[in-house]
């Protein structure tokens, strides 16, 4: 449903530009409330990165902040996420979420896979 694209393997220092856009049109413009990037590193939990609100908003995870930038195009109801200086720890899969303002529920992105070598 949503389609999260832009990961790889890059060396520690590089840059990835993750994209999560609403593949099947499940949204109808300018109804995505919240949309969130989450990632899950091997036998972790899950966990939130950045998110963004439909007033941009924007909210980082303390590991992330000055080297990630959540941004949305609300038109295309899409997320994206830049990665700068990335360490071996952003290693993950990870996961876009966009919660709905017509019903609130949240679906979720097939995940992508960011591996940052050393």
């Known amino acids: 449903q949503l389609q999260a694209s832009g990961g790889g393997l890059v060396q520690v220092g590089g840059s990835l530009r993750l994209s999560c856009r609403d593949s099947r049109s499940i949204f109808s413009v300018f109804s995505v409330d919240t949309m969130s990037w989450y990632r899950q590193a091997p036998g972790k939990q899950r966990d939130l990165v950045a998110s963004i609100t439909s007033g941009s908003s924007t909210n980082y995870a303390d590991s992330v902040k000055g080297r990630f930038t959540i941004s949305r195009d609300n038109a295309k109801n899409t997320v994206y996420l830049q990665m700068n200086s990335l360490k071996p720890e952003d290693t993950a899969v990870y996961y876009c979420?966009?919660?709905?303002?017509?019903?609130?529920?949240?679906?979720w992105g097939q995940g992508t896979l960011v591996t940052v070598s050393s």
């Open positions: 979420n966009f919660i709905s303002t017509v019903t609130w529920n949240e679906y």
